[in-house]
């Protein structure tokens, strides 16, 4: 098993610019969810996903947008970039999304928003 | 409203220099209560969970414990290779959400 995987790796976009960050698990997980990493702040929830074609905000959803047509990926959009999305990205599977369950983790995106 | 604080922020240790992190959580039935890994540059990498007051687990030279109000990870005999940040994160009733402290950077010299 390939685990979770994230792509791309890096990122630079400009002010304004749109971009998809893709999140794939071939673990059968109903729950996926995205989280960002910024100094000082921990990580922090965007969007979660209980299976396909349910999804929910977490604690930062603002200027992100996700769906979930497959179990497999949860894309995160970025519909216009800003500086405040400069970040690592950090996607998570779970079997089912029960409170008791591990989470594991994909390696990451670094957004660079100039 | 969750809150999950870590102490210290950073810590320093020689080798074989034993000590401890701290994690103190408040939320409102506690699902779980997880310990992560984090190296530099790549995503967090699951250590234990915890359930319920008074159970202990161990890998290695680490020993996670969990109270009623806060957790400590124990680390035995640090070497170099545990460098890491170490973060804590619990779960509530509901779904799988996660809510994280800020971690703790963990140095060991040799």
């Known amino acids: 098993n390939a685990g979770v995987t994230q792509t791309p790796k890096f990122q630079v976009l400009k002010t304004g610019q749109s971009m998809t960050l893709q999140c794939a698990q071939d673990m059968n997980h109903e729950y996926m969810s995205w989280y960002r990493q910024d100094p000082g702040m921990g990580l922090r929830l965007i969007h979660y996903s209980v299976g396909a074609g349910i999804t929910d905000q977490g604690e930062v959803p603002n200027g992100y947008n996700v769906s979930r047509s497959t179990t497999e990926d949860f894309p995160l959009r970025l519909l216009s970039a800003a500086p405040s999305q400069t970040s690592v990205y950090f996607c998570?599977?779970?079997?089912?999304?029960?409170?008791?369950?591990?989470?594991?983790f994909g390696p990451g995106t670094r957004l660079l928003v100039l | 409203e969750d809150q999950v604080t870590q102490s210290p922020e950073a810590l320093r240790l020689q080798e074989g220099e034993s000590s401890s992190l701290n994690c103190s959580y408040t939320?409102?039935?506690?699902?779980?209560l997880f310990w992560y890994r984090q190296d530099p540059g790549k995503g967090p990498e699951f250590l234990f969970t915890l359930y319920s007051a008074g159970e202990e687990k161990e890998k290695e030279r680490l020993k996670a414990t969990l109270t009623k109000k806060e957790s400590f990870l124990h680390i035995t005999a640090p070497k170099p290779e545990d460098s890491a940040t170490y973060l804590c994160a619990v779960t509530h009733s509901g779904y799988s959400t996660l809510t994280f402290g800020k971690g703790t950077m963990l140095l060991v010299s040799p």
């Open positions: 939320v409102s039935g506690l699902r779980g």
């Open positions: 998570a599977s779970s079997y089912s999304g029960a409170g008791q369950e591990t989470q594991y």
